[in-house]
């Protein structure tokens, strides 16, 4: 919390906060997980929970998914729903204690299921149109 409150000190100064909470959400989804796997550590949850800034939120849901870079699809968009069901379940296990970690988490999950339906949709249309 001292560094987050440090660097947003200094970026309202620049009057930058906005930005530097997008960036700083980018940064939070490189956090490590509990010792139980439970993603993020608890350190960080606790910090999602003072700072329900959207862009700070946004900014962690768009590091999640750049976090991934490159990578093969498989046919039913079967990574895609591991990764919703991944998600869905630490939003489950944090929920009761961090809401709005849960939010963010749920989001992230929904937005998996989102790019499974489409890689079906499309796999759908190819079989059409092949």
């Known amino acids: 919390m001292r560094w987050l409150g440090r660097a947003r000190e200094l970026a309202t100064a620049e ?3 906005a930005v530097a909470d997008s960036h700083i959400g980018k940064v939070l989804a490189f956090a490590p997980s509990d010792a139980d796997g439970t993603w993020p550590v ?6 999602l929970e003072k700072l ?3 862009s700070l939120q946004h900014g962690v849901e768009i590091g999640i998914y750049n976090r991934r ?3 093969f699809v498989q046919k039913g968009g079967v990574q895609e ?3 919703r069901d991944k998600f869905r379940g630490f939003a489950d296990k944090v929920r ?3 809401p709005h970690t849960a939010s963010i988490l749920d989001r992230i999950a929904k937005h998996y299921e989102q790019d499974a339906e489409r890689q079906i949709e499309e796999e759908k ?3 059409f149109e092949g």
């Open 81 to 83: 729903l591991r990764l």
């Open 52 to 54: 329900t800034v959207e």
């Open 69 to 71: 870079g490159a990578h």
């Open 15 to 17: 009057r930058r906060l």
């Open 42 to 47: 608890e350190a960080v949850r606790d910090a």
């Open 96 to 98: 009761s204690r961090w």
């Open 125 to 127: 249309l190819g079989e």
